[in-house]
Each structure stands twice: as structure tokens, then as C-alpha cells.
């Protein structure tokens, strides 16, 4: 039994890599249940035994994303010192969001119509925004009107890196002064 269920959760997880390469191909929405399903060597019908509709398969990309960051999140060593541990901050975050805009479009941008993630895959976005929280209170910045400027300010500069000039660098180039703009500011 135990042998199945791990045969199980490694064709979910082939099924989940083929949905990343086909949403890094044709966009998060541009590809169908049959083709994933050719990707992965079984027909359509065969795929409602790993997910019962599309939107699992969104839903467990989202939770995947959110623990990613969250994964990076940790792992970032933040300087005590407060301006630079907002510079680490925001070059983490930045970097991991347009590193892969598939899944920057299906953690910010609510690409998918009517999709909604899941109250579990939706659990690591709080964790990561929690994270972030106590990272800016460790350096005095507890006010929720400054998290939700930091989180404009990082997702707008992100949203026009991935949109204007994917692959390059023209709003990278602003991070260091839109961070010290949101220090001056804050701090």
C-alpha cells in the first residue's frame, strides 16, 4: 500500500512539473487538461485520479509557489542593521517574483478567472507575509500602512520588470533607491 501512495504522489508531482512547463510555454491559462495529460503519457479522464478539476491543479501551484518563497524567505540571512536588511528583503523578493512569471502571474496577479487558492494552499502566503511582517518589526516598521506600502512599492516594481522588460534589468535598477525612498520614509 505504502508503495502506491508513493507512486501516487510522484505522478502528482510529474503532473505539477508538466503544469509549470506548460504554463512557462503557453501561460498559466493557455493550456488544456489534455495536453497536460499528453505530457505526461496518460489520457484526460486519467488525470481526475491525481486532481478532480483543473483549478486542484492551479491550487496546488499556488500552495507550491507560497512555500517556495517562503523556503527563500528563510533561508535569506537579514543584517540587524535596518536599511540593509530592507535591501536583502527586497532583492530576495524581487529576484524569486521574476525568476519565473508563471508563477508571479498566479501569486499576484489572479490570472485564472473565478480561481480562488484552497484555505491550505492559501497557509504558506500568510506564513510568508508573516515572515515579512516580523522582519520589518524587528527594525521598527510594525504600522500596517508601511507593510502595505512595502508590499506596493516591491510588486509594482516587479509587475513592470515582468511586464516591460522581462529578462532584463530597467526596474532591478530601482530597487536600491525605491528602498531607500520607503526607508527615509519609514524608518
Same mark, same amino acid.
Given at each position: 500500500?505504502?508503495?502506491?501512495?508513493?507512486?501516487?504522489?510522484?505522478?502528482?508531482?510529474?503532473?505539477?512539473?508538466?503544469?509549470?512547463?506548460?504554463?512557462?510555454?503557453?501561460?498559466?491559462?493557455?493550456?488544456?487538461?489534455?495536453?497536460?495529460?499528453?505530457g505526461?503519457?496518460?489520457?484526460?479522464?486519467?488525470?481526475?485520479?491525481?486532481?478532480?478539476?483543473?483549478?486542484q491543479?492551479?491550487?496546488?501551484?499556488?500552495?507550491?509557489?507560497?512555500?517556495?518563497?517562503?523556503?527563500?524567505?528563510?533561508?535569506t &540571512?537579514?543584517?540587524?542593521?535596518? $536599511?540593509?536588511? #530592507?535591501?536583502?528583503?527586497?532583492? %530576495? @523578493?524581487?529576484?524569486?517574483?521574476?525568476?519565473?512569471?508563471?508563477?508571479?502571474?498566479?501569486?499576484?496577479?489572479?490570472?485564472?478567472?473565478?480561481?480562488?487558492?484552497?484555505?491550505?494552499?492559501?497557509?504558506?502566503s500568510?506564513?510568508?507575509?508573516?515572515?515579512?511582517?516580523?522582519?520589518?518589526?524587528?527594525?521598527?516598521?510594525?504600522?500596517?500602512?508601511a507593510?502595505?506600502?512595502w508590499?506596493?512599492?516591491?510588486?509594482?516594481?516587479?509587475?513592470?520588470?515582468?511586464?516591460?522588460? &522581462?529578462?532584463?534589468?530597467?526596474? $532591478?535598477?530601482? #530597487?536600491?533607491?525605491?528602498?531607500? %525612498? @520607503?526607508?527615509?520614509?519609514?524608518?
Amino acid at each position: 500500500m505504502e508503495q502506491r501512495s508513493e507512486r501516487h504522489l510522484a505522478t502528482r508531482e510529474e503532473i505539477l512539473a508538466m503544469a509549470w512547463s506548460l504554463s512557462e510555454d503557453k501561460g498559466l491559462a493557455g493550456w488544456s487538461l489534455r495536453e497536460l495529460a499528453a505530457g505526461v503519457g496518460m489520457r484526460a479522464p486519467s488525470l481526475y485520479v491525481y486532481f478532480r478539476a483543473k483549478d486542484q491543479i492551479y491550487d496546488a501551484m499556488f500552495g507550491e509557489s507560497y512555500r517556495q518563497l517562503l523556503e527563500r524567505s528563510v533561508a535569506t &540571512p537579514l543584517p540587524d542593521e535596518p $536599511r540593509s536588511r #530592507l535591501h536583502a528583503m527586497a532583492s %530576495m @523578493f524581487f529576484d524569486f517574483a521574476v525568476e519565473n512569471p508563471a508563477r508571479l502571474q498566479l501569486m499576484f496577479w489572479r490570472v485564472i478567472p473565478g480561481f480562488e487558492p484552497s484555505a491550505e494552499a492559501y497557509a504558506p502566503s500568510l506564513q510568508a507575509l508573516t515572515l515579512g511582517q516580523e522582519a520589518l518589526a524587528g527594525i521598527g516598521i510594525a504600522d500596517q500602512a508601511a507593510m502595505d506600502m512595502w508590499t506596493a512599492v516591491l510588486t509594482g516594481l516587479v509587475t513592470q520588470q515582468a511586464s516591460n522588460d &522581462p529578462g532584463g534589468e530597467r526596474w $532591478r535598477r530601482l #530597487l536600491d533607491e525605491a528602498v531607500d %525612498m @520607503f526607508a527615509a520614509a519609514y524608518l
